[in-house]
């Protein structure tokens, strides 16, 4: 990996942890996701002017992982805010990105989507569900399984199916459309990035516009704050900058890797500005799940 495509995976890391822990301070509704993926649609808007996409001829399995995409995604902000509503950063975040690597590879394997399993990915996705477990502990001593399902699993696993669906619907609808798009790869992407937001904005509508709370909450409480609008800076950022770093490492592996950097940051931003519980479990837990998760990508 060169140091530009570190350099560029590091800040994005801060900018992931970041609008996660300006979400959860805000301690956010529907409707503040809703806000900032319709900030963010705009600021990819200049894209659409210049992509070279026939429309017309993209094939209707492109359209429906799209429109999967789009559902999964909305999905995703929902779990979010059921998560940050009750659950502390320090352990929502990490189960959140860790438990969408479990789902992931176990649907692509039971379908046979993408290569089997290696030795070290299955010891690492061991690994990673164990630190799952483990995390969200008050002691080390006392394991609480019913506590774990009650209070932790319901939001979170609601996030993760989210994640788990956005990740497989977009691998196969971005690869379908990079095979007809005229465009570069990253304008390309930028455009399906703009698409998948129009696409949450359109699903998360009813719910927003639908349910007084939600709706009461848009206009007397996230349209007067600035915090939509930096997640949805922060969130397009973040992306973008991921997919410039791409082009920059020989495996991509070493990239996902890195990322992992966002977990123990997460954490360590609940604790010291949320002044969340600082655990023996959260800092075992964190561990292993970062260990599994480099294992996975090995």
Request: proline share 4%; net charge positive.
């Amino acid at each position: 990996m060169t140091l530009n495509a570190f350099l560029l995976i590091l800040i994005s890391v801060f900018m992931h942890a970041a609008w996660n822990f300006i979400s959860r301070a805000s301690r956010p509704s529907i409707s503040f996701f809703w806000q900032a993926e319709t900030f963010g649609l705009f600021l990819l808007l200049p894209f659409v002017f210049v992509a070279k996409i026939p429309w017309g001829e993209l094939p209707l399995t492109f359209w429906l992982c799209f429109i999967g995409s789009s559902f999964f995604e909305s999905v995703y902000c929902i779990g979010l805010s059921k998560s940050y509503k009750k659950i502390d950063i320090s352990i929502a975040y990490p189960l959140m990105r860790a438990l969408p690597v479990l789902l992931v590879a176990i649907i692509t394997s039971v379908f046979h989507i993408g290569k089997s399993l290696n030795f070290w990915a299955t010891a690492g996705m061991a690994v990673v569900a164990a630190g799952c477990f483990v995390l969200p502990q008050k002691s080390l001593k006392e394991f609480d399984f019913k506590h774990f399902l009650r209070s932790i699993c319901g939001p979170v696993m609601l996030a993760a199916i989210g994640t788990t669906g956005y990740t497989i619907t977009d691998s196969m609808a971005l690869n379908k459309l990079l095979e007809y798009s005229a465009s570069s790869s990253f304008v390309t992407t930028c455009i399906y990035f703009f698409m998948i937001k129009s696409g949450i904005c359109v699903c998360l509508l009813p719910v927003v516009f639908g349910i007084r709370e939600e709706r009461n909450d848009l206009f007397n409480k996230c349209l007067k704050t600035l915090n939509p609008y930096l997640v949805g800076i922060f969130t397009g950022i973040a992306y973008l900058l991921v997919l410039w770093a791409m082009g920059m490492v020989s495996n991509v592996s070493y990239l996902q890797a890195f990322r992992q950097l966002s977990l123990p940051l997460g954490v360590a931003m609940g604790i010291i500005f949320l002044h969340e519980k600082f655990t023996v479990p959260k800092v075992i837990g964190v561990l292993m799940i970062v260990i599994g998760l480099v294992l996975t990508v090995c």
